[in-house]
């Protein structure tokens, strides 16, 4: 089942704050987030494991809250380079490390 | 460099045609995967293989085909069964590591159109 990604699609202005979630109705193992730009590949950009381990980007922070099987990606101070589609893929408790892509949430930072 | 090569970057079939899609990785990658993107959506899965000689459907594997026979190649075959082939097509693979774990490496997309 696909985890939901909210908000479907957020505009900031440099330098400004936003979280988008991922939630999922399954147990999970652990949790991807991957940015694409327009016609190109998802790039990754973290993962977070069961267990609190966060491995990936410097700059883009993100949680995994187990209890609720939600995660939350935090875009601090924004910059232009961070617009893009951001999806979430989660990996569900012996899946064999397959990922189910959430819907995507559309960022445009703007000068 | 390392990477997954993707190849056509477009592709464009008549209707009634099977057509292959390839992939090829030199990353040393164990796990390769086929996604399907349409517009404005996300990313589908419809095959996964973890080993050579070895994969599995994903959630939308109905009029596709594949084969793993050697480590780095993973084609996908569209075939004429598939009623609405147009899509992005996304190839991927991952392997642990300590920097990523299970991180996907992408690569650059097929772009498929039905004529």
């Known amino acids: 089942q696909q985890p939901v990604q909210s908000p479907q699609a957020v505009i900031l202005r440099e330098g400004e704050d936003a979280v988008i979630n991922c939630s999922s109705s399954k147990a999970l193992y652990s949790v991807h987030w991957y940015r694409q730009k327009h016609g190109e590949a998802p790039v990754f950009l973290m993962i977070?494991?069961?267990?609190?381990e966060q491995k990936g980007h410097e700059k883009i922070s993100a949680s995994f809250n187990e209890k609720k099987q939600q995660s939350s990606l935090y875009l601090t101070a924004s910059q232009l380079s961070y617009s893009g589609t951001y999806f979430c893929g989660t990996e569900r408790k012996a899946a064999g490390n397959k990922l189910t892509f959430g819907g995507g949430t559309r960022v445009l930072v703007k000068p | 460099d390392g990477g997954i090569t993707q190849s056509p970057k477009y592709l464009f079939r008549k209707e009634g045609q099977n057509v292959t899609l390839s992939c090829e990785q030199n990353?040393?990658?164990?796990?390769m995967y086929w996604y399907r993107q349409d517009p404005g959506q996300g990313l589908r899965l419809i095959y996964y293989?973890?080993?050579?000689?070895?994969?599995q459907k994903g959630d939308i594997a109905e009029g596709y085909s594949v084969s793993r026979e050697k480590k780095e190649s993973f084609p996908l075959t569209v075939t004429s069964a598939q009623k609405n082939p147009t899509a992005f097509y996304l190839c991927?693979?991952?392997?642990?590591?300590?920097?990523?774990?299970?991180?996907?490496?992408f690569g650059s997309g097929t772009r498929l159109t039905v004529v």
């Open positions: 293989s973890q080993i050579v000689n070895d994969f």
């Open positions: 977070l494991l069961k267990g609190g």
């Open positions: 991927a693979s991952s392997s642990w590591t300590e920097e990523r774990g299970y991180g996907y490496t």
């Open positions: 990353l040393n990658h164990d796990a």
